[in-house]
């Protein structure tokens, strides 16, 4: 099972996770000499990526990229790279390479065989991989109202794209979770005792269709670590 983190403030959670993921930024670039960062999007994470940017490595030997996207372009409000952009390719940071998910096609889906050519380029395994959770216990764009959430769950793609029928947003794309767990460390973030219950609930026997979350929590291929503050 994950090793829990647990913190009494949201800013000593982000900074404690700043320094771990440096470490292995820094471990990936002296045994391979270049580094691959999976970034989750949402709120919780823009202090992580604050913290992290202003951290002193050399940053141009990093790739970063977002686990999963929104189909809005990238300077959508909505998108995890405009985030990415906006909180973490400032200072330090701005010497990293930023590895876009989002193409210039109608849908998602029309993108995919591109998008998986592309992501076949980037070095196996990643060096590190920070996932978040919502309280439906998705995690990346990995829900369990999509309807192929089973496919996507099981996917050897390096992307997919789930099928959500009542959805209201913009279409979204994610790396597969095979894809996610091909990291030399998985972790989780996530905040508040509403979302605590449902990892507590994930961290239970049972399937992933139910909180796809349990794809990253229960399985034994690549150790996770959890940082979580109420």
């Known amino acids: 099972m994950p090793e829990l983190h647990e913190f009494t403030d949201r800013g000593r959670c982000a900074d404690a996770l700043a320094d771990a993921l ?13 580094a691959t960062l999976v970034l989750s999007g949402g709120s919780s994470p823009i202090d992580l990526f604050e913290r992290l940017a202003l951290i002193e490595l050399d940053w141009s030997r990093v790739t970063v990229l977002p686990s ?14 405009a985030a990415l952009r906006r909180h973490l390719l400032y200072g330090p940071g701005n010497a990293a390479r930023l590895f876009g998910l989002y193409r210039q096609t109608a849908t998602p889906a029309e993108a995919r065989d591109e998008l998986n050519a592309d992501l076949s380029t980037l070095p196996r395994p990643f060096d590190a991989v920070v996932l978040g959770m919502g309280e439906d216990g998705h ?3 990995l829900f369990p109202d999509a ?14 794209v789930p099928d959500r029928q009542n959805d209201d947003g913009p279409a979204r794309i ?10 030399r460390a998985l972790f989780l ?9 449902i990892y507590e609930a994930a961290c239970r026997p049972g ?12 399985q034994n291929d690549v150790p996770v ?6």
Request: some cysteine.
């Open 22 to 34: 440096a470490e292995k930024l820094r471990e990936g670039i002296a045994t391979n000499g270049r």
């Open 189 to 197: 973030l996530f905040f508040g005792e509403a979302k605590r219950r």
């Open 207 to 218: 399937m992933a269709r139910e909180f796809p979350v349990r794809g990253v929590i229960q």
């Open 147 to 160: 309807a192929n959430i089973e496919a996507c769950l099981a996917s050897n793609d390096d992307c997919v």
């Open 139 to 141: 995690s990346a764009s």
């Open 174 to 183: 994610s790396l597969s979770l095979t894809r996610l767990k091909q990291s």
């Open 225 to 230: 670590d959890v940082y979580w503050s109420d």
């Open 68 to 81: 999963d996207e929104r189909w809005v372009a990238p300077d959508h409000a909505d998108s995890n790279e």
